[in-house]
T-cell receptor
Framework: KQEVTQIPAALSVPEGENLVLNCSFT??????LQWFRQDPGKGLTSLLL?????REQTSGRLNASLDKSSGRSTLYIAASQPGDSATYLC??????????????FGTGTRLQVTL | DGGITQSPKYLFRKEGQNVTLSCEQN?????MYWYRQDPGQGLRLIYY???????QKGDIAEGYSVSREKKESFPLTVTSAQKNPTAFYLC??????????????FGPGTRLTVL
């Protein structure tokens, strides 16, 4: 069964800092991995999707990397802003025990960016 | 305006009642999913459907039922057999292309409380 761990569970940084969120997963036979953002009481918004054949994806100030063989992904946020405050979730898709479209979620990293 | 909607936003249930949560999408997506989110536990998959008139159990299907009569709709019924239904329920959809998976789009969620 796929298990996903996200470290740290919570993070508080001053505005302007660069930061890294970590995600590890136990089953490396995945099809892709997505990073999501969730604001309190809201649904999830997809930030980046990395296919299993890719090493990284970039969107604006966000960069996600994937090392499938070691079961790790990182989300790098450059020049953080207060509007980045949210919970960030990583979710690998598929693996040996599931279909390509089934996601397994970590418990997330709660980020607070202060002024 | 394409998107995925869930209703109601808040739902209260008395002990022993069945309730149905609505999920509708106009994105022409093939696959739809229901997740449950509890504090500190991340999202857990309840049911999913990759095609009309077909659906599969997820990791925590007991006490829930679904139907997929139309491509656009995937309602979830929380039955009286679900012992701890108080949670935040999230629906999402995806354009499914077999082993090639795409970005998943989430609805805004329904918060169910048992009185």
């Amino acid at each position: 069964k796929q298990e996903v761990t996200q470290i740290p569970a919570a993070l508080s940084v001053p505005e302007g800092e660069n930061l890294v969120l970590n995600c590890s997963f136990t089953d490396s036979a995945i099809y892709n991995l997505q990073w999501f953002r969730q604001d309190p009481g809201k649904g999830l918004t997809s930030l980046l999707l990395i296919q299993s054949s890719q090493r990284e994806q970039t969107s604006g100030r966000l960069n996600a990397s994937l090392d499938k063989s070691s079961g790790r992904s990182t989300l790098y946020i450059a020049a953080s802003q207060p509007g980045d405050s949210a919970t960030y979730l990583c979710a690998p898709a598929g693996g040996n025990t599931g279909t390509a479209s089934k996601l397994t979620f970590g418990t997330g990293t709660r980020l607070q960016v202060t002024l | 305006d394409g998107g995925i909607t869930q209703s109601p936003k808040y739902l209260f249930r008395k002990e022993g009642q069945n309730v149905t949560l609505s999920c509708e999408q106009n994105l022409n997506h093939d696959a739809m999913y229901w997740y449950r989110q509890d504090p500190g536990q991340g999202l857990r998959l309840i049911y999913y459907s990759q095609i009309v008139n077909d659906f599969q159990k997820g990791d925590i299907a007991e006490g829930y039922s679904v139907s997929r009569e139309k491509k656009e709709s995937f309602p979830l019924t929380v039955t009286s057999a679900q012992k701890n239904p108080t949670a935040f329920y999230l629906c999402d959809s995806m354009r499914y292309r077999g082993l090639c998976t795409d970005t998943q789009y989430f609805g805004p969620g329904t918060r169910l409380t048992v009185l």
